[in-house]
């Protein structure tokens, strides 16, 4: 098999969908010989922020001189970010060797796209040699793959109501859910919630004998927002728990981290002609951060590109974005789960707010930057923004990643666009 074989083999598992339960990945994990147990972890759970954290935190573990992993997830460019050594994805031939090992085993398990996913990061990682492993959680946390991992601490950034077939219908049961993952006597780091969250961590301290923290937020942060700067304080507070160093080193590798840090998709202004500020803003969490922040740095309404799946919260989005974009260029995500732009452009129209549907991500961009002028933004689900940043970089609309940024890796290993793996699921 070569990569592009194997990429296709692992993205056509998640038409089976999510499963219930933790017997398929224990198989896996122990037929991959536990590789686990060779490395610290730190969870990272929550609704909003889990991705910007574990990037943070994963930066300040390797300033602090540690050999550090990585596992995120979804991805925005490309399948091997999930799993970055010291923030170098996997190597292409890595994900086929692990796949031509264990694809009888996850075959006769019936392992899920995120469970395969799960365990190929934590073999990849033990046979990299890593001492600290920052791993984001799916969609959950008590039944989530990740949970494997057994962290000596669990990082908790807040909830929102998503997912609620999955995790529950309140915040308080999707809070139950995701803060579970932390293991009996570790530490869990969270602010203050809301007092029916609040509870819930509470009786979850009580009964998992765990040591919690309330972080302060950091006076600054590498990426823009106000919450940027509680993510920062998570992660700042996470590394003082988990290693041995003072303060003083702590704040050293942070502040060594803000002047590298760059984490794409995340309120990512990019420079061209005109500019494109691609965020990952799929809920009405995140949607409202971004108009926040829409609303300090530029004149209202801006023109945007947007696409959502759909199951998140869509309509709700729709009234938060009101007097905040025009014109909306709506356009369909590629997954399977995908809201059609006509949907999203109807519920729209249906708030008063004129939209104009485009399918194809990349006719929707041609027709968003012919009716900007200085700024366009894009945003919504990842299997947009992503395929729109992609796509942007392609045809010199913007301009490319700088030396060193971790999506420089993906231009650097191809020649010509049809060479490019495309994110087709």
């Known amino acids: 098999m070569n990569y592009s074989d194997v990429e296709k083999y692992l993205f056509g598992r ?62 925005l460019l490309h399948y091997r970010e999930r799993t970055a050594v010291d923030g170098i994805w996997i190597p292409e031939e890595e994900v086929v060797k692990f796949v031509e090992l264990f694809r009888d085993r996850i075959e006769e398990y019936c392992a899920t796209f995120f469970e395969i996913t799960t365990v190929m990061s934590a073999w990849h990682l033990m046979n990299s040699g890593v001492d600290l492993v920052v791993a ?48 009996e006597g ?86 061209g002609s005109p500019s494109i500020l691609f965020d990952v803003a799929h809920n009405p969490g995140s949607i409202a951060l971004l108009v926040k922040h829409l609303k300090s740095r530029y004149r209202i309404p801006v023109p945007v590109v947007i696409g959502c799946l759909e199951d998140k919260f869509w309509r709700e989005m729709t009234l938060q974005l009101r007097g905040i974009f025009n014109p909306v260029i709506t356009t369909t995500p590629l997954n399977e789960r995908s809201l059609p732009a006509r949907t999203l452009a109807a519920e729209f129209r249906k708030n008063g707010v004129e939209a104009i549907p485009e399918d194809d991500i990349g006719a929707a961009m041609e027709k968003g930057r012919s009716l900007a002028s200085d700024i366009l933004i894009v945003t919504g689900s ?32 191809v020649t010509n666009v049809d060479s490019h793996p495309r994110i087709d699921v």
Not at 153 to 176: D, K, N, Q
Not at 211 to 222: F, Q
Not at 262 to 269: F, M, Q, S, T, V
């Open 382 to 413: 990842f299997f947009v923004v992503g395929e729109a940043m992609r796509q942007a970089w392609e045809k010199g609309w913007i301009t490319m990643p700088a030396e060193g940024e971790e999506p420089r890796q993906l231009f650097d290993q």
């Open 186 to 271: 570790s530490a869990l780091i969270a602010y203050i919630q809301k007092p029916e969250v609040e509870r819930v961590i509470t009786r979850v301290v009580s009964e998992g004998n765990l040591h919690r923290m309330i972080p302060e937020p950091a006076g600054k942060a590498p990426l823009p927002g106000e919450h940027q700067k509680r993510n920062a304080g998570l992660a700042i507070a996470a590394a003082l728990e988990i290693t041995e160093n003072d303060e003083v080193s702590v704040m050293r590798a942070f502040e060594e981290a803000c002047s590298t840090f760059k984490w794409a998709g995340r309120i990512d202004l990019r420079s």
């Open 14 to 75: 998640r038409k089976m969908g999510m499963k219930f339960g933790l017997d398929r990945v224990i198989k896996l994990m122990k037929d991959a010989g536990d590789p686990q147990e060779n490395f610290r972890t730190v969870h990272i759970v929550g609704t909003n922020g889990k991705g910007s954290t574990t990037a943070l935190l994963s930066e300040i573990f390797r300033n602090l001189g540690f050999r550090t992993g990585r596992i995120t997830s979804p991805h």
């Open 136 to 183: 984001e959680a799916g969609l959950g946390g008590r039944l989530d793959a990740t949970r494997l991992l057994s962290g000596e601490c669990t990082v908790f950034t807040g909830v929102e109501i998503e997912h609620r077939r999955i995790l529950g219908s309140t915040e308080a049961a999707i809070a139950a859910e995701k803060v579970a993952i932390a293991k």
